[in-house]
C-alpha cells in the first residue's frame, strides 16, 4: 500500500506551516553518527511530517563544509530554516532537548 501524495508550493496555504531545512553533520558511519540520523528521522516524521528536508552531510568526505555552519564538534544539527538558525550537537537521544533545541517545544519549567 503505498500513498501518492505530491505536495507543490500551490498546496500550501497561508495558514500552513512552513517547510524545515535541516543538515545533520557527521563523520562517516559511526555509531553516533547513525544513532543521530535514526533519532533526527524519528523526530522529523513525528513532529515535522511531510514539512521538512533533511541533508547529510559526512565531514569525511567533504571537510570544508564544516566551516560554512562554524561546526566544531560531531555530530551536529543545524537547522537553517525556518530562521534563525539553530544547532544542536550529540546523537539526538534526548528527544525533549532536540525539540526545545529547535524551537517545537518551549522549555519546560522556565519563569
Not at 5 to 15: F, G, I, L, R, V
Not at 40 to 48: A, D, N
Not at 54 to 72: S, W, Y
Not at 89 to 108: A, F, H, P
Request: a negative charge.
Amino acid at each position: 500500500m503505498s500513498d501518492n501524495h505530491e505536495h507543490t508550493a500551490e498546496d500550501k496555504s497561508e495558514d500552513s506551516e512552513e517547510m524545515w531545512k535541516l543538515r545533520l553533520y557527521v563523520a562517516g558511519q559511526t555509531p553516533k553518527s547513525l544513532t543521530a540520523f535514526a533519532n533526527l528521522k524519528r523526530i522529523c516524521e513525528e513532529y515535522l511530517k511531510g514539512r521538512y528536508s533533511v541533508e547529510v552531510i559526512d565531514l569525511l568526505e567533504n571537510p570544508q563544509l564544516a566551516a560554512g555552519d562554524q561546526i566544531l564538534a560531531i555530530p551536529t544539527l543545524v537547522r537553517n530554516l525556518p530562521e534563525p538558525m539553530r544547532k544542536i550537537i550529540g546523537d539526538l537521544s534526548n528527544t525533549e532537548r532536540v525539540l526545545v533545541g529547535l524551537d517545537l517545544r518551549q522549555r519546560k519549567g522556565t519563569i
